[in-house]
């Protein structure tokens, strides 16, 4: 069975879609999807998860301030964000980062927000969900300066081997999302066969990034099985030793017991 390790579900359009969320985990089943973590972006979003996770028991939530927020809010506290990651249903902190590409023009709040889920992953034993664009050395110098313990991952990875060498260093998992099937992702697919088989991940980030042969369209948590046929292609191995080592890795990360 594989694992959707990074969706936000609650972003999903079914306006469409008769069976609503039901219909959606269903689809992902019947593709051999067993368990989804979807991924909070902002605080109040961070609490309307709590109700889905609620309703499934294979569904489960993050909590956390994405770095690139369309309204400015003020910096998630640590004593917030430790506050809702102890409830039900809840794995990991973020997902945060930083992001020179979109919104170098709030780096100072990003930073400051980064710090603070790091501290609270920190005091929780958490694993941090971490993203990062154009932001490589300060990214790590932050993680470095402020090691999780629980460690995380580099989800929806886009960067260089080096960076992902210096993650890995740190404990850190690297997801491999749909943009590993794009034709001009290159470096990332020579990262998909580097990154050692017992640190990876796949995930969608749906409901964005669908994978060839689906672009164009809504992604959604079915889909993370093009994602790992690609990354098992490009190692040589089978889509069930993939799928077998890259649930584990989600148990294992997460300590979420199979």
Not at 130 to 153: K, M
Not at 176 to 187: L, M, W
């Amino acid at each position: 069975m594989l694992v959707d390790s990074h969706c936000h579900l609650d972003h999903l359009d079914l306006t469409d879609r008769e069976g609503g969320i039901n219909a959606v985990l269903e689809a992902a089943k019947a593709r051999g999807v067993s368990h989804f973590l979807s991924v909070a972006v902002d605080m109040p979003t961070s609490k309307s998860l709590l109700d889905l996770t609620a309703q499934f028991d294979n569904v489960y939530s993050s909590v956390g301030a994405h770095p690139l927020q369309k309204v400015q809010q003020a910096v998630p506290s640590v004593e917030e964000l430790v506050a809702l990651a102890n409830n039900p249903g809840v794995v990991a902190i973020g997902e945060t980062g930083l992001d020179n590409f979109y919104s170098s023009e709030t780096i100072d709040w990003q930073r400051a927000s980064f710090i603070n889920h790091l501290k609270a992953s920190q005091q929780i034993n958490m694993p941090v969900i971490i993203h990062t664009r154009d932001a490589r050395d300060e990214t790590i110098d932050l993680l470095r300066q402020y090691t999780p313990s629980a460690a995380g991952v580099m989800h929806c990875f886009t960067e260089s081997w080096e960076m992902a060498e210096q993650a890995l260093a740190l404990g850190f998992y690297i997801s491999i999302s749909g943009i590993v099937t794009f034709a001009s992702a290159d470096e990332l697919r020579d990262v998909a066969t580097r990154v050692p088989l017992d640190r990876i991940l796949v995930e969608t980030d749906s409901p964005w990034l669908a994978p060839v042969p689906h672009r164009g369209k809504q992604n959604e948590p079915q889909y993370v099985r093009e994602v790992a046929q690609c990354v098992a292609d490009l190692r040589g191995i089978s889509l069930e030793e993939l799928a077998r080592a890259t649930t584990d890795n989600f148990h294992r990360l997460f300590q979420i017991p199979k």
